[in-house]
Nanobody, 120 residues
Framework: QVQLVESVGGLVQAGGSLRLSCSASGSGFSINAMGWYRQGSGKQRELVAIITSGGSTNYADSVKCRFTISRDNAKNTVYLQMNSLKPEDTAVYYC??????????????WGQGTLVTVSS
């Protein structure tokens, strides 16, 4: 099994920047992809960005050109660099990993979630 630990979010003014990280730990796993989701108050959880172990990326239209997802495969860590933050980016951000368990079973793991608040 895999556990994901996210860095602390924070309070940022509009136009500011914040960097999130998420590290996977465990044994007998290999990462297929890692991504970030977010859920605003009273809203559905939505995909923000995803990156595969091979480096392919996808972004939600609302964050494209402002956010950058990256990874360090050797450390099983994914990052989300958030620039030009807007109040509508305020949400709880969740890290997700899709991985192979002992090379056989495809599983998902979720981080604990971290709150990012952007003030106007």
């Amino acid at each position: 099994q895999v556990q994901l630990v996210e860095s602390v979010g924070g309070l940022v003014q509009a136009g500011g920047s914040l960097r999130l990280s998420c590290s996977a730990s465990g044994s007998g796993f290999s990462i297929n992809a890692m991504g970030w989701y977010r859920q605003g108050s009273g809203k559905q959880r939505e995909l923000v960005a995803i990156i595969t172990s091979g480096g392919s990326t996808n972004y939600a239209d609302s964050v494209k050109c402002r956010f950058t997802i990256s990874r360090d495969n050797a450390k099983n860590t994914v990052y989300l660099q958030m620039n030009s933050l807007k109040p509508e980016d305020t949400a709880v951000y969740y890290c997700k990993a899709n991985y192979l368990h002992f090379g056989i079973i495809n599983l998902d793991a979720w981080g604990q979630g971290t709150l990012v608040t952007v003030s106007s």
